[in-house]
């Protein structure tokens, strides 16, 4: 399957400071990406989906000039989480998906980064 | 809305098989995943069908698909305690919200040696 790395894996912030995290494609070339929310013992809640070039499109209740999202180029996509409280700490999972043949319904997902903001 | 439903728990022991259920609502669903993840970790993509199918077999995983009843499991043969994780399994609408992948809330697998 196809790989894709996120970076930092965990990091612990101060509240009120901002907390950017990386996700990369690394062998294929990912059209969408989608950002995920994991709380403990719970299922994937989605936070945004972006195309490469274009605005990401977030879902209700997710606010967008807090979590944002850059789908620069057709390999990376950076959450950045801007003026982290508490409430946002949480295992934030990010995806990708190729829209060439053979990678249009496979959806692969990163190992995750751990926020903790204290 | 679209709709996915899982058991939470699943206990078996090595050596047997282990069948995961997963009950869906979407008709215009595409695709259906199941997804396997370790603690601490990301999910990792098991295997996928495409909705026009019944069966797909893939070593000692073999997914069933029944469209009628909306309804897919996943089998996993020959249970080793390697495969103790949550699965996940999730199903692609067509069209609306990109196709986003909706998911279960996961089925912990518990295999005992």
């Known amino acids: 399957g196809a790989v894709v790395s996120q970076h930092p894996s965990w990091v612990i912030c101060k509240s009120g400071t901002s907390v950017k995290i990386e996700c990369r494609s690394l062998?294929?070339?990912?059209?969408?990406m989608f950002w995920y929310r994991q709380f403990p013992k719970q299922s994937l809640m989605l936070m945004a989906t972006?195309?490469?070039?274009?605005?990401?499109?977030?879902e209700q209740g997710v606010e967008k000039d807090k979590f944002l999202i850059n789908h620069a180029s057709l390999t990376l996509s950076t959450l950045t989480v801007t003026s982290a409280h508490p409430e946002d700490s949480s295992f934030y999972i990010c995806s990708a998906r190729g829209g060439a043949s053979g990678r249009a319904y496979e959806q692969y997902f990163g190992p995750g980064t751990r926020l903790t903001v204290t | 809305g679209e709709d996915v439903e899982q058991s939470l728990f699943l206990s078996v022991r090595e050596g047997d098989s282990s069948v995961i259920n997963c009950t869906y609502t979407?008709?215009?669903?595409?695709?259906l995943y199941w997804y396997k993840q370790e603690p601490g970790a990301g999910l990792q993509l098991l295997t996928y069908?495409?909705?026009?199918?019944d069966m797909k077999q893939d070593q000692r995983l073999t997914v069933l698909l029944n469209k009628k009843d909306k309804h897919l499991s996943l089998r996993i043969a020959d249970t080793q305690t390697g495969d103790s994780a949550i699965y996940f399994c999730?199903?692609?609408?067509?069209?609306?919200?990109?196709?986003?992948?909706?998911f279960g809330k996961g089925t912990k697998l518990s295999v005992k040696p």
């Open positions: 999730a199903e692609r609408g067509y069209g609306g919200s990109q196709g986003n992948l909706i």
């Open positions: 972006s195309n490469e070039g274009s605005k990401a499109t977030y």
């Open positions: 069908i495409f909705s026009n199918m």
């Open positions: 062998d294929f070339q990912a059209t969408t």
């Open positions: 979407d008709s215009s669903s595409t695709y």
